[in-house]
């Protein structure tokens, strides 16, 4: 499959000729052969859940489908699981905790965890196009991103298993017990390793439940668990609706519960729990500002920008959706980003030129678009490139909204989709209200060529991250967490560890 082929443009001859003008698919863009990635996801026709080391039909008998954005094409059945489900898997996790896994030395946890990352990596291609069908990414996020990173987070975590007399100096530590967690549809595959890795490096067991339009991976995953002889029982995979995610979050053998997803969810959680003994983290919504100042390296902030809220659909919790920019380079800036979304791809997420994929569900194509016509309704100007959409499937162009005000809707509430809102400043501290006045912290970026000035901002911006001349950047290494009703609790690093540990 050639992937770079160009074909002529037909505008050109059509306009040399007095044609009329064919219709544009991408802007001005060179039309390329299309390059769809054709590695076998090897999915199964039907999921049941991952209980005790076996996969186990649903004691409810129900399975709902799981749709590839895509195409509105059905991927397979997912069983649905009850509360007699969820018991079941808190059940075998607390026996493998018991008698195996928190008992384990730690450096003979980690051969599992080792083992887990390279049978992931061996199986890499088939699980991006797997994790790319079923959640509607571009393959060269899942490709390049996702699974790569999902990986590392176990390599990372494997690495701390025989260390862990190095998590809290002068302390030693011990595992909590069992650790229920409900993850979301952005980052199906990374979302699993950032709970389960450190968790296991513990010496936890775990009952997870992934989001309802992207649980494929996570049962593949489990594959990789039966491969790699980890005990029965350590990991429980328990699919469903928020009906099961409740039932995870409210088990009573539940010592620590965490959970990735809306601010609401996390809210009613977090009240039905209030009273008990449950540890807790949560890695909520976001409403990042990216800051632009006007000494930036402005092609460079621009590609950040795009990268910040574009890709990935916008599906980030930590997306730079708030463009700050100094009012003396908006201009520029604002042009510059135009032209640059005008040539993204956006269409088939299978095909290795997408920049932009699918919407991950037509819930939230419907929130997206609820979200931008209240844009337009209040009043800010908003620029789409005139590309042209599937006819199947979930899509949205990307969107950037100019002359925006703090009030503004699209300025305060997490849109979760390619949409960007563009505000400006004058001063350093107007740029630092600004991006502070959010009830969200969960990130933020800052432009600029002056040190000092990334010091000020990393101080006074009140966001677990600040990416400073780049956006977007993860690590295994590195923390990541909120602020405010971004959550709480860290996840990455030693500080995560620390999360899923006693003190003692
Ligand atoms: P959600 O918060 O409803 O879903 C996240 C996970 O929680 C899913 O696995 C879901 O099944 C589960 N869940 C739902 N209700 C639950 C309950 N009562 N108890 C326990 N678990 C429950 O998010 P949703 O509806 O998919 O998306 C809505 C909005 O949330 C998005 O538009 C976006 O703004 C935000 N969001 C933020 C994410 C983040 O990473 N911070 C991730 C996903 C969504
Ligand atoms: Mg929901």
Known sequence: MSMLTAKKPTRPAARAAGRPLPELIFGDLWEYDPAPETA?????????????????????????????????????EIAHANAADVDAAYQAAKKAHDNVWGRMPGRERAKYIYRIARLLQDRAREFAVAETMDGGKPIKESRDFDVPMCAAHFFYHAG????????????????????????????????????????????NTIVIKPAETTSITALKLAEIFQD?????????IVTGFGDTGAAVMGHPIAAKVAFTGSTEVGKIIMRSLAGTDKKMTMELG???????????????????????????QGHVCCAGSRLLVQETVAAEVLAKLKNRIRVLRIGDPLDKNTDIGAINSKEQLGT??????????????????????????????????????????????????PVL?????????????KANNTAYGLSAGVWTDKG?????????????????????????????????ESGFGREGGRQGLLDYCKLI
Request: proline share 8%.
């Open 228 to 236: 790699a002889g980890l005990p029965a029982g350590v990991v429980n």
């Open 40 to 76: 076998d996801p090897k999915l199964k026709a039907r999921y049941d859940l991952f209980i005790g080391g076996r996969f186990t039909a649903p004691a409810s008998g129900k399975y709902f489908d799981s749709i590839n954005p895509a195409n509105e094409t059905k991927l397979a």
């Open 286 to 312: 976001g409403k990042a500002a990216n800051i632009v100042f006007d000494d930036a390296p402005i092609d460079q902030a621009v590609e950040g920008i795009v990268n910040g809220i574009f890709f990935n």
């Open 160 to 203: 701390w298993a025989d260390k862990l007399d190095y998590v809290a100096p002068g302390r030693r530590v011990a595992p909590l017990g069992v650790v229920g967690q409900v993850i979301p549809w952005n980052f199906p595959l990374l979302m699993l390793a950032w709970k389960l890795a450190p968790a296991l490096a513990m010496g």
């Open 421 to 433: 809102s563009v505000l400006t400043f004058r001063t350093v501290d107007e740029a630092v209200e």
């Open 368 to 417: 997206i678009e609820r979200l931008v016509a209240i844009g337009v309704k209040d009043g800010a100007t908003m620029f789409q490139p005139p590309c042209k959409l599937p006819s199947k499937g979930y899509y949205f162009r990307p969107t950037i909204f100019s002359g925006v005000s703090m009030s503004h809707r699209i300025a305060r509430e997490e849109i979760f989709g």
């Open 452 to 484: 000092t000035r990334i010091l000020k901002m990393s101080t006074e911006l009140k966001a677990g991250v600040v990416w400073a001349n780049t956006y977007n950047k993860f690590d295994p290494t590195s923390p990541f967490g909120g602020y405010k």
